[in-house]
């Protein structure tokens, strides 16, 4: 069995997405602007090393082509990451109306510094969502109700404001702290336009279209910049040799 060594040596950004108006909150997220760096059969190893709930990897600038990882799999598409690249391309002034998960072509915008990207909701992983009485019943909840892997919970907050906590089990990822993907189908589920104050202090807009996509979007924040190195070798083969992750 053949086997192939490779390396891994870039720069990449963490964010923190769909933040509050103080900049509180948002969900991590680790973005290589030059994704080519990492090779396609490391890239689920470099999610997992890296440990955030999402790690994109930003293949062709020209065309918006993606690929998106969380700690366990790949996802043909993900809100958070989307809206979190869209904003960091705009802001290296390389902006992109469209990027290209696997799920298809996702529109984007960023507009007075807040990003924004629309889906159709079924590209979104099979989020369940549970309507509960309150805020406070929400903030309660010790884990996923009814022990499913994949659901959020909300309640009512007010003329559109909804409170919400997400648990996607399922994806590698006990509670999220702002979910987009499940956004587009609370989106689908309840119409209209309203926010969604998550986690310890995430804001997610939220805004059906006409067209049968859901626009999802909000601020983001830019923690640092980061050297990524590693190296290891690939078994060509159903088994892959040991690597080693820095």
């Known amino acids: 069995m053949r086997e192939t060594p490779f390396i891994v040596r870039a720069a990449f950004h963490v964010l923190r997405v769909f933040t509050g108006a103080s900049g509180s909150g948002g969900n991590a997220l680790a973005i290589f602007c030059e994704g080519s760096a990492a090779p396609a059969g490391e890239r689920q190893a470099v999610a997992a090393d890296l440990g955030f709930s999402e790690t994109v990897f930003v293949d062709d600038l020209s065309t918006g082509l993606v690929a998106i990882f969380t700690p366990t799999l790949e996802l043909p598409f993900a809100g958070h990451p989307l809206v979190g690249t869209a904003w960091l391309l705009d802001s290296q002034g390389t902006p992109l109306d469209t990027l290209r998960p696997p799920a298809g072509d996702v529109p984007a915008r960023v507009e007075r510094g807040r990003a924004y990207v629309a889906a159709r909701p079924e590209w979104a992983p099979p989020f369940e969502w549970v309507e509960l009485g309150s805020p406070e019943e929400v903030d309660a909840l010790a884990g996923p109700p009814g022990g499913h892997d994949l ?92 690597q080693s992750f820095g």
Do not use: H, M
């Open 151 to 242: 659901i959020g919970a909300y309640a009512r907050l007010g003329e559109g404001r909804v409170r919400a906590r997400v648990f996607p089990l399922r994806l590698g990822i006990v509670e999220d702290e702002a979910t987009g993907a499940a956004a587009v189908r609370l989106g689908a589920l309840l119409g209209g336009r309203f926010t969604i104050e998550q986690g310890r202090g995430s804001v997610i807009e939220v805004r059906t279209r006409d067209d049968g996509f859901v626009e999802i979007g909000g601020r983001t924040v830019l923690d640092e910049v980061r050297d990524y190195s590693a190296s290891g070798v690939t078994a060509k083969g159903p088994n892959r040799s040991s």
